[in-house]
């Protein structure tokens, strides 16, 4: 249950660090401060503990020095001789013991003991003596052997001394020796216990402690006060501009102040006013301009129909004509043809442009509206000596769609095909699923680069301009079946590669209002697993300027 919680938190918190400024800001100012402070705060700790030990063992080494010599003095006044007793040598001890106490004031406590040297023989001893609560443990063979072979100076050992708690403290074990008539060399050892000094770092550390968190926990607060003056203006200039984005024009920065911040918001605000007069500017100019090509289209209707009915006139008899005369006729007959279907495609996309469009669904066999399109188009594909074949898969053909714009968006692909397949075999695929239908059209011809790929459904565009079209076309065919698909709620894509031909592929959805997620069809040929060519057609929505169309021709 737990490594749950952490599974859904974690890559919640990821997020959150992803998206706040102001978290990320904090959390790195606190973690690096924290560093910082547990560096400093431990170097503190261990100056103080190293500086308490030295005042502590100084203070031991002064106390033994003077509780050494004080026992010597007591030893060396004595009127022992040769012929002392043992009472009066244990007399020494026990007065020498008395004195050694006495002279100490260690706040942890000292231990004494008094044990003679290994090795001696002498005419008389005294028994080793040691206070109740003295650690034998602290005495090692290693520190005997420093006090016995040097009897000059103290020697010292740090030591770990078990309270009667069960614990343990720190603790420094002296050693020196003493020089006692006819018994001869004695050794002196001294334990102080050092809780006291292990007490005060303690205090000290968690003191240090407490004042780093407090410290981090404050640097924490200031950060986030901080941060949360700068990043505020920020959200919100960064708010305004998402609502701008989304077509919100009137949205504007408050201004408060004189600050930089300040500053940013009456620029931001400029720019937004400007921004919204240019959008507007260029909205009204896109609506002149659709409503210049829907009028001369419309105005263009009666004359075109008074040069079709004389220029038809004219074809009839072209067979009396002169030969120079008669070419001019059929000249001019077909290009009369060539005027009627742009001027068709141009209402048809100003249609698009005002949002006039409607679709006429009905339920259509897909499989059969493609047959009856590559029928139609099979002449035009034997002269150019391509042949089109078709390969229909899936089991769910039948749609509903407007069967009309259908039929167009087949009529601009096989006609593509045919004018850039370069004579090569043109490969139609029909294929559906529950849920959508789609139709892929693949020639052999040319191609095209990336760069003209994404270019390829612009109105009027060409990538060849010097290329002859040798099936007329008027340059808008792929952009209204664009527009075309994007109504029934589908999309038209576009493989190609330079040498190895185009696939284009429409996927519409079986069910009218139901929009299609997921093509029955892969973009790619078989064999190519690249789909770094692939360019999907959008809806067009920018301005068509009718005075800069040249010649009335698009590469596809």
């Known amino acids: 249950m737990t490594g749950l919680r952490w599974r859904t938190w974690l890559p919640r918190l990821a997020a959150f660090w992803r998206s706040s400024l102001q978290f990320r800001t904090v959390a790195i100012t606190v973690v690096l401060s924290g560093v910082a402070v547990t560096v400093v705060g431990s170097a503190i700790s261990a100056s103080i503990g190293a500086n308490l030990y030295d005042q502590r063992r100084d203070q031991v080494e002064s106390e ?3 509780a050494t010599l004080l026992a010597q003095n007591i030893f060396d006044s004595a009127t022992a001789t040769e012929d002392a007793n043992q009472v009066e040598l244990d007399a020494l001890q026990n ?58 100076r103290l020697s010292l050992q740090p030591v770990s001394l078990v309270l009667p708690s069960g614990g343990t403290a720190p603790g420094i074990a002296v050693g020196s020796t003493l020089q006692v008539p006819t018994a001869g060399q004695y050794e002196l050892y001294l334990v102080y216990d050092l809780s006291d000094a292990q007490n005060t770092l303690g205090f000290v550390q968690r003191t240090l402690a407490i004042g780093s968190l407090a410290l981090v926990a404050l640097i924490g607060v200031i950060t986030f006060v901080v941060v949360r003056l700068v990043v505020g203006p920020v959200r919100v200039a960064a708010e305004t501009s998402q609502k701008i984005a989304a077509g919100h024009l009137e949205e504007r ?48 209707r009666t004359p075109l129909t008074t040069i079709r009915l004389a220029g038809d006139v004219l074809y009839d008899q072209r067979t009396s004509f002169t030969p120079s005369a008669a070419r001019t006729a059929e000249l001019l007959h077909t290009q009369v043809d060539r005027f009627e279907l742009l001027l068709a495609d141009l209402l048809e996309i100003s249609r698009f442009d005002a949002g006039a469009v409607e679709l006429d669904v009905e339920a259509v066999n897909v499989v059969r509206l493609v047959e009856d399109g590559v029928d139609e188009y099979r002449p035009l594909a034997d002269e ?83 290329r002859k ?20 709620g589908g999309r038209l894509e576009v493989w190609s590669r330079p040498g190895l031909g185009s696939r284009f592929v429409v996927t519409l959805p079986r069910e009218h209002g139901r929009p299609a997620t997921t093509s029955p069809l892969r973009l790619a040929p078989a064999g190519d697993d690249d789909d770094t060519d692939v360019v999907v057609g959008e809806p067009w929505s920018g301005v068509v300027d009718p005075w800069t169309i040249d010649d009335g021709e698009a590469h596809r």
Not at 104 to 119: D, E, N, Y
Not at 426 to 454: F, L
């Open 95 to 152: 007065e020498a013991q008395s004195a050694i106490l006495g002279s100490t004031s260690s706040p942890g406590g000292t231990s004494i003991a008094i044990l003679r040297t290994p090795g001696q023989s002498t005419a008389q001893s005294i028994q080793n003596i040691a206070s109740p609560d003295f650690p034998d443990a602290a005495i090692t063979s290693e520190l005997r052997q420093a006090v016995a072979g040097d009897t000059d």
């Open 253 to 300: 920065i408050p201004e408060k102040g004189e600050d930089v911040v300040a500053t940013l918001g009456r620029s931001f605000n400029g720019m937004a006013d400007a921004m919204q007069r240019q959008i507007s500017q260029l909205a009204e100019l896109s609506r002149v301009q659709q409503r210049f090509v829907s009028d001369v289209s419309h105005e263009l």
């Open 384 to 466: 150019v000596g391509s042949e089109i074949t078709i390969d229909a898969r899936g089991g769910y053909f039948d749609a509903e769609v407007d069967p009309r714009r259908l039929r167009r968006i087949l009529r601009n692909l096989l006609g593509n095909a045919i004018e850039h397949g370069e004579g090569g075999p043109i490969e139609v695929e029909v294929d559906s699923d529950s849920e959508a239908v789609a139709v892929a059209v693949r020639d052999h011809g040319v191609g095209m680069r990336p760069e003209d790929a994404t270019r390829v459904f612009d109105r009027f565009w060409r990538a060849d301009p010097s």
């Open 64 to 66: 033994s020095l003077r």
């Open 469 to 488: 079209r040798t099936i007329g076309g008027t340059g808008l065919g792929l952009s209204i079946s664009t527009e075309d698909a994007a109504l029934h």
